[in-house]
């Protein structure tokens, strides 16, 4: 069973800058797609930014040019993900998620397996 955990966030004032990592375990596939979400209370989880195997990244509007997403690219870093996060302000104050998702094709079918990790609070405050 693949298990992703995250680290890195906590307090930041705002202008700040944070790092988080998410490692995956329990796979020796490379994820297809590995990312980050974030959450506010009564707010619908959304996507922050994600990275493909091959490296192809996407963000959202509200943090381009403010964050980046990387990957490891050596056998045992394959399935790691950082987030750098700079310029903060309070309007990032979420929990943030480290998702990865696997893809498996047979000529019968196409599967889709997410995984989710446990969530890192993420406070942009003076």
């Known amino acids: 069973q693949v298990q992703l955990v995250e680290s890195g966030g906590g307090l930041v004032q705002p202008g700040g800058s944070l790092r988080l990592s998410c490692a995956a375990s329990?796979?020796?596939?490379?994820?297809?797609?590995m990312g980050w979400y974030r959450q506010t209370p009564g707010k619908q989880r959304e996507l922050v930014a994600s990275?493909?195997?091959?490296?192809?990244?996407?963000?959202?509007d509200s943090v381009k040019g403010r964050f980046t997403i990387s990957r490891g690219n050596a056998k045992n870093t394959k399935n790691t993900i950082y987030l750098q996060m700079n310029s903060l302000n309070a309007e990032d104050t979420a929990v943030y998620y480290c998702?990865?998702?696997?893809?498996?094709?047979?000529?019968?079918?196409?599967?889709?397996?997410?995984?989710w990790g446990q969530g890192t609070q993420v406070t942009v405050s003076s």
């Open positions: 990275i493909t195997s091959g490296g192809v990244v996407n963000y959202a």
């Open positions: 998702h990865a998702l696997r893809i498996t094709t047979t000529p019968q079918a196409r599967n889709e397996y997410d995984y």
């Open positions: 329990g796979t020796i596939f490379s994820l297809d797609v």
